[in-house]
Structures are given as structure tokens and as C-alpha cells.
């Protein structure tokens, strides 16, 4: 059963532009929710992360926009530039028994034309 | 100071073998977890470890196995290999247990079964 549902599956953008990638989740016991980026050839790298007591975190051109009662976070990456060009992973985790287990969503990948 | 390193980096193994990768985890941290990527299934948590024992498992096999050593650093071993357990294995450190503590990723060690 896929806890976390990620869209869209991939993401085209011009330099400059806003891209925005949304996640909902079902287990109403998730209480973490960080967003990671993977380059190619790399393990996935913690851009940003929410706890569900925030509508809304930002970090520089990263933004998470939180919705508790629709239970959908996304993320938004303001003025894209072509090296944030990358596969974009949300992923949930709950409670302090569950530290190393994130459940994630499928992934975006995201291309920032010049 | 260094990050989640993991050996080795590429191995091809013949189907019905097995194989063990190896993790060390960033200095200090205690808590090290285990996934598997693939393009079908995306990232999917095998099991995470803490002070040696295991504390969290993923829907796998018991082919799929772990363990931990009193100095943090973690083991994984998959028997009877099969095609299907091509994939990128990917290791992961934190601090503590606990929602919110940052997981911090490995680049990976890449396994082709033939």
C-alpha cells in the first residue's frame, strides 16, 4: 500500500520559473515530512522538512506549503535554475519509533531549460 | 567531516550468490537504516538499526539481513541472490532515533544481478 503519492512524475521548467511538486499522504501518525534531492550517481540529499504544527517552512528558493486537513504537502522551488535540475523525493515518517523510516513518494524529476 | 560512506561503490554478482555491503556511518551518529532503489519501486526501507539491534523492518524477504557494530558501523547481506535484486542499496545515518532527527544518505553501492 503506497502511503505517500507524489505528482507529478516529471517536471519541465524554464530558467526562472516556479516549479511546484505535490505529495499526499494517508497515515494520519506522520508527524515528519522532508523533501530530498537526488542527482545522478548520488544518494539523496535533505533539501528541506516540515512538521505538521507549520502551514508553511522556506528556505532561500525552497519553499514546503503544508495542508494538515487535506493532508497534501508540496514543495516549491522559486526562480529554478537548470542545476536544480534533479529527481525530487517527498517522504513521511511518524513518531520516534519509526526514526530511520521514511516512507517515500515515488519521485519527480525536474528539468530547468535555459 | 566525512559523510555516510559505503563500499563497495558497483558489484556484479551472479544470480543465487550472495553479497554484503558495507556502511559507515557519519561520526557520532548511532542510527543507521538501509534502503533499496530501484526505477519500479522507487526508495523502500529494508531496516534500520540503533545500539546494535534492530529496530525497524521493511516488507522484504528474510534473504535480506543486518546487522550493526558496537561502533556504529552496519552491515547488509542479501542470500540466494535474484534478478530482481538488481538495485541501488542505500545507507543511511542520524544522530539519534527519533521524527525530525536528519537522515543523512550514502551515495550508494549499485548491485547487478546476472
Known amino acids: 500500500q503506497q502511503q505517500v503519492k507524489q505528482s507529478p512524475q516529471s517536471l519541465i521548467v524554464q530558467k526562472g520559473g516556479i516549479s511546484i511538486i505535490n505529495c499526499a499522504y494517508e497515515?494520519?501518525?506522520?508527524?515528519?515530512f522532508p523533501w530530498y534531492q537526488q542527482f545522478p550517481g548520488k544518494g539523496p540529499a535533505l533539501l528541506i522538512a516540515?512538521?505538521?504544527?507549520?502551514s508553511e517552512k522556506k528556505e532561500g528558493r525552497f519553499t514546503i506549503s503544508f495542508n494538515k486537513s487535506a493532508k497534501q504537502f508540496s514543495l516549491h522551488i522559486m526562480d529554478s535554475q537548470p542545476g536544480d535540475s534533479a529527481t525530487y523525493f517527498c517522504?513521511?515518517?511518524?513518531?520516534?519509533?519509526?526514526?530511520?523510516?521514511?516512507?517515500f513518494g515515488q519521485g519527480t524529476t525536474l528539468q530547468v531549460k535555459p | 567531516k566525512a559523510g555516510v560512506t559505503q563500499t563497495p561503490r558497483y558489484l556484479i554478482k551472479t544470480r543465487g550468490q550472495q553479497v554484503t555491503l558495507s556502511c559507515s556511518p557519519i561520526?557520532?551518529?548511532?542510527?543507521v537504516s538501509w534502503y533499496q532503489q530501484t526505477p519500479g519501486q522507487g526508495l523502500q526501507f529494508l531496516f534500520e538499526?540503533?545500539?546494535?539491534?534492530?529496530?525497524n523492518k521493511g516488507n522484504f524477504p528474510g534473504r535480506f539481513s543486518g546487522r550493526q557494530f558496537s561502533n556504529s558501523r552496519s552491515e547488509m547481506n542479501v542470500s540466494t541472490l535474484e534478478l530482481g535484486d538488481s538495485a541501488l542499496y542505500l545507507c543511511?545515518?542520524?544522530?539519534?532515533?527519533?521524527?525530525?532527527?536528519?537522515?543523512?544518505f550514502g551515495e550508494g553501492s549499485w548491485l547487478t544481478v546476472v
Open positions: 543511511a545515518s542520524s544522530l539519534e532515533r527519533g521524527s525530525g532527527n536528519t537522515i543523512y
Open positions: 497515515n494520519t501518525a506522520f508527524d515528519y
Open positions: 516540515i512538521r505538521p504544527d507549520v
Open positions: 517522504a513521511a515518517s511518524k513518531g520516534t519509533s519509526n526514526t530511520g523510516k521514511l516512507i
Open positions: 561520526s557520532g551518529h548511532r542510527s
Open positions: 538499526y540503533f545500539s546494535e539491534t534492530q529496530r
